[in-house]
């Protein structure tokens, strides 16, 4: 398991990733909506700090290993229909 430093530069990263691609998803695919656009960088940027400031505060009673494996699960959900709902821009 990575430490907290390195879990909230992997979390940057793929979120920094993921509102570069809805950016070139709407500009290159003239169809999409602005409003669907918006909300879709409003959520990846709600998720990042979300999770970003999951990491910094644990839940008490909670082995650490056990939430921050969940929380990893519950992010790579959360990202996953990101993706999907970016995939679908250019539908």
Not at 58 to 70: A, F, L
């Amino acid at each position: 398991m990575p430490n907290k430093r390195e879990l909230k530069k992997i979390i940057n990263s793929l979120c920094s990733d993921a509102f570069a691609e809805c950016v070139a998803m709407s500009l290159y695919h003239g169809k999409a909506h602005s409003a669907n656009v918006d909300a879709l960088l409003e959520s990846i940027q709600s998720t990042r700090a979300d999770f970003i400031s999951r990491i910094s505060h644990p839940e008490p009673g909670m082995r650490k290993k056990d939430y921050y494996d969940h929380l990893a699960n519950a992010f790579t959900e959360q990202l996953s229909e990101i993706i999907d709902q970016i995939s679908n821009l250019s539908e």
